[in-house]
């Protein structure tokens, strides 16, 4: 099992990204800083395929499916990943993707204090039938996928921080805000 794999066939992907925008919705240049940051040993190569692998990916949303709410923890919008210029164009690409029909975008603010995930990022998929809805919890020492009450309880955990976050209109402006400044 893989994300991949999991993406193409969901009907609702939930993610909560504490570290990082979500590969979905990286632009080419947000994406290959993260991925050399993640592993700067990897060549070239390795990291072009990777890259367009993700973009691959990207493709499920072209489409109204799967319905995507992402909700990004307000570090993910400061910590600067490649410089201004490619903090600036995926501010643009948040903002682009929040307006698709099948795509809720917010965002945790600082403000809001403690919530359900202290430990991190973790995305559910919830599954056609007859899949059971799967979560995936990412690690240093690789992912985590998860079933039944387990995958139930990260459910849990993310409509607290859904219910927690900016509605989504306020989390484009907050979007909007922070790409101002800066400048």
């Known amino acids: ?52 692998f993700r973009l691959i990916r990207q493709q499920v949303l072209a489409s109204n499916m799967p319905r995507v709410v992402v909700v990004l923890d307000e570090a993910v919008l400061h910590r ?15 903002v682009d993707v929040a307006r698709q029909p099948n795509i809720d975008l917010r965002v945790l603010s600082r403000s809001s204090g403690a919530h359900a995930s202290p430990d991190g990022s973790f995305k559910v998929y919830e599954m056609p039938e007859p899949y059971p809805v799967v979560a995936h919890v990412p690690s240093p020492a690789g992912p985590l996928y998860v079933e039944a009450d387990q995958a139930e309880r990260l459910m849990l955990k993310f409509d607290a921080i859904r219910r927690d976050a900016l509605p989504g209109a306020e989390s484009v402006e907050l979007i909007k805000a922070v790409a101002q400044g800066r400048g």
């Open 80 to 94: 600067s990943v490649g410089g201004n210029e490619t903090m600036r164009a995926q501010f643009t690409r948040l």
């Open 1 to 52: 099992m893989d994300n991949a794999w999991l993406e193409s066939r969901a009907e609702v992907i939930r993610s909560f990204d504490a570290m990082v925008v979500p590969g979905l919705l990286q632009t080419r240049e947000y994406m290959e800083s993260v991925m050399r940051a993640a592993d700067s040993e990897a060549p070239d190569e390795q990291i072009r395929r990777w890259i367009e």
